[in-house]
């Protein structure tokens, strides 16, 4: 397995290369934030873990989000089917993830620095909004719309057709709720840009909803401009 990190890199310079470290490192108890400024060996030889089952974890799961992130298919040539599987298997999968993850972290920042940082109030009622609003949403797809859609693949009659269509409008106007809520996350964080001094669980979060953000504009591109258009003009 290829190794990107290493024991001696600095624990807070990973984190801030993968995010989703932190997530590995909040587990393992191995503290990301105050004590971020060291190499990753100190911390492990102070958990007494194991550090070859540290650095295969750690480097796995880097691998896999580069293989993922990586991965260059002409989504316009395939199937209905292959689309489809790709979007869930990525796309809601991160936010499956993901969403429930960077929940607490957004909790704590606004806990600890809210009384200084007013606007993070907001953020954390945005992130909320927009969690909430995914769940239902990834849901609603998995469980109805695409099913419907595979189902027009094999039969096109215009009575499914027509059903594609109604759910198609819907499932768009659900991203443009997404959209604007990300977008407002953006504009209220400068461009998710933490303050000078910001501990790291708070440029964790900034950097983790930077790529929340990166990760839905791509996955609404597949379904908006690929999927939908497809499915909705097909007869």
């Excluded at 896999?64 to 869930?88: C, F, G, Q, R």
């Excluded at 910001?198 to 591109?221: K, M, N, P, S």
Aim: glycine letters at 4%; a negative charge.
């Amino acid at each position: 397995m290829e190794q990107t990190f290493n024991e001696q890199h600095i624990i807070g310079e990973i984190v801030t290369a993968f995010p989703k470290a932190g997530d590995l490192f909040k587990k393992l108890r191995i503290d990301f934030c105050c004590g971020g400024n060291r190499p990753l060996i100190e911390a492990i030889e102070e958990r007494n873990l194991s550090k070859d089952e540290v650095l295969e974890k750690l480097n796995g799961l880097y691998n896999e989000m580069k293989a993922m992130n990586e991965s260059e298919i002409d989504w316009k040539a395939t199937s209905y089917s292959e689309l489809i599987d790709h979007i869930v298997n990525k796309h809601h999968r991160y936010l499956n993830e993901e969403l429930p993850q960077l929940s607490p972290y957004v909790t704590k920042v606004l806990r600890v620095h809210g009384a200084n940082h007013p606007h993070l109030v907001r953020v954390h009622k945005l992130f909320n909004q927009l969690k909430a609003e995914l769940e239902e949403h990834t849901i609603k797809e998995e469980t109805d719309s695409f099913p419907l859609i595979l189902q027009f693949e094999k039969e096109h009659t215009k009575e499914n057709h027509e059903l594609v269509k109604k759910h198609v409008a819907e499932l768009e106007g659900d991203h443009d709720e997404a959209g604007t809520i990300i977008k407002e996350i953006r504009d209220i964080t400068n461009d998710f840009q933490p303050p000078v001094g910001a501990c790291g669980t708070y440029r964790l979060v900034y950097q983790r909803l930077e790529a929340l953000e990166a990760d839905l504009f791509q996955h609404i591109h597949l379904e908006n401009n690929i999927l939908f258009p497809r499915a909705a003009a097909a007869i």
